[in-house]
């Protein structure tokens, strides 16, 4: 068992520096000389691979997982010296927050970045099945591609996609951070 871990989330809408913030965390831990196993979605390829990217071109080392299993499988079948488990986009790993819950359990400091709504307004089972273990909620805002105010959710362009898939991967040719006034889905305008 690790001594007084942490349940870090950074949740708000694309381009809110949450990837930054969790690269923040992570960079704070190797400076205590904490080891950290990072983890992204395997159907996140944007940027590359093997790494979590930010917008910005930060890059930490991650697996890749389809599944919050996988992350387990990973630490309590491999070197077992972790002390922080760093996940990103978890919105979009399936059982992430079963997986985490249980790593908290067992001690392990927690740090994920993730979305908490999808473009059409509906908010994430996984994301909303971890925050109460949180110990720490940071709800980031970005800039409103439109009227230049916080924005605390994520718009996705039409011309992107006829569906209303909650899940669909894409950076800024296909998403937009927009306030509530200049969301339609959101405020309900195109209802």
């Known amino acids: 068992m690790k001594d007084n871990p942490e349940f870090i989330?950074?949740?708000?809408?694309?381009?809110s520096s949450k990837t930054?913030?969790?690269?923040?965390?992570?960079?704070?831990?190797t400076h205590r000389h904490k080891k950290f196993?990072?983890?992204k979605p395997s159907i996140d390829n944007r940027y590359g691979i093997d790494n979590i990217t930010s917008h910005d071109g930060l890059e930490i080392p991650a697996m890749r997982v389809k599944d919050g299993s996988d992350i387990l499988e990973f630490i309590f079948?491999?070197?077992?010296?972790?002390?922080?488990?760093?996940?990103?986009?978890?919105?979009?790993?399936?059982?992430?927050?079963?997986?985490l819950k249980l790593l908290f359990s067992y001690g392990y400091s927690i740090y994920v970045a993730t979305l908490d709504?999808?473009?059409t307004g509906k908010n994430f089972r996984e994301v909303?099945?971890?925050l109460p273990w949180a110990t720490k909620i940071e709800k980031r805002t970005a800039v409103c591609s439109v009227c230049s105010q916080d924005a605390n959710y994520t718009y996705k362009r039409s011309s992107f996609?006829?569906?209303?898939?909650?899940?669909?991967?894409?950076?800024?040719?296909?998403?937009?951070?927009?306030?509530?006034?200049?969301?339609?889905?959101?405020?309900?305008?195109?209802?």
């Open 117 to 119: 709504l999808s473009a």
């Open 37 to 39: 196993a990072a983890f």
């Open 77 to 99: 079948e491999g070197d077992d010296s972790y002390d922080i488990v760093v996940v990103d986009e978890a919105f979009m790993i399936p059982n992430v927050a079963k997986a």
């Open 128 to 130: 909303n099945a971890m």
């Open 9 to 15: 989330v950074i949740t708000g809408p694309m381009f």
């Open 161 to 191: 996609s006829n569906t209303d898939s909650d899940i669909e991967v894409g950076g800024a040719e296909e998403y937009e951070a927009r306030c509530f006034s200049c969301h339609p889905r959101i405020n309900e305008r195109d209802k």
């Open 20 to 29: 930054t913030e969790l690269f923040t965390l992570v960079q704070k831990c």
